[in-house]
């Protein structure tokens, strides 16, 4: 059984554990962070009940906001689902509630109202200054200019998401097999997933196939490299493949809140890994967050974009 190796982020050997944590599991724990106390984490499931259940399904599918064309907020159960060449891969058994960027436009007036606005706005910037610290910790790790990475992620520049997702209590004939939410990597830099809710499912699969299951554990992050910085590192990281399982026997799944910050660049941001490598070449052509983005949007929407919510 692997261990999944925990990183204080004060500790001086921090980078130099980071690069063995991300080639044997993919993933790690991260203490000494403002965003993961005790006290937050009840905060957290306060507002995630409050949004999730205080709102009927016709309010929350009015919840879309933001800039023009980049319209954000809710999503129904099933709405994002992940493509791996059959459809029965694919089950999202999720809704969930997402602000990208600093989204101050147009927020519904019974957002703002409820306080949910508010909410999400200050975990959004403790998540943000996370995020910067654990950047900073890969710079050091994969040896590239200090700076590089964290100056694409700050506040004024960043495209970041901050998503909270409910997996509402299914009985076995509303759900099949044992898949929460099935097998993907996400598309950003990297992922932090903030402790709220202790319910267990949430597995990454290691860089030599096996499936971990990974706990959280109070007061810490656990953090994941996501698609942009495989293709920076030049495949030094690899995306971390994860899902949710549930026990299929279990006469009802329990009822599971997550909130993730998919820590990203601003749009026009180049990925090239010979900024970082210049000697090597590229195993993953060049693009754009953005182009990268759309891709991955369009085929985890696929769906959703066929059928119009019902
Ligand atoms: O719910 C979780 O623990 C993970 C969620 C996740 O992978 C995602 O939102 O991309
Ligand atoms: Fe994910």
Known sequence: MNTITKIDVNTSDAAQKLIDAYTTNGIAYFSGLSIATHDNQKQLLTLARTFFNDFSEHEKNTFRFGPKGSERGYERMGAERYFDGDDAAGADFKESFAITGHDTQNWPPALIQSGIKSEMTYFRQLAEEASLTILSLFEQALAITPGFLVNLHLPERNNSTLRLNHYPPLKPSERSGNIRLSEHTDYDTLSLLIPMDNTPGFQVRSPSGQWLPVPTQPETLLVHVDDLLARWSNHRLIATPHRVVANPAADIWPERYSMVYFCGPAQDTVIDSRDLFPDESP??????????????????????YRQPPS
């Open 283 to 304: 195993l993953y052509p060049p693009t754009t967050a953005g182009e990268h983005l759309t891709e991955r949007l369009n085929q985890a929407y696929k769906d959703s």
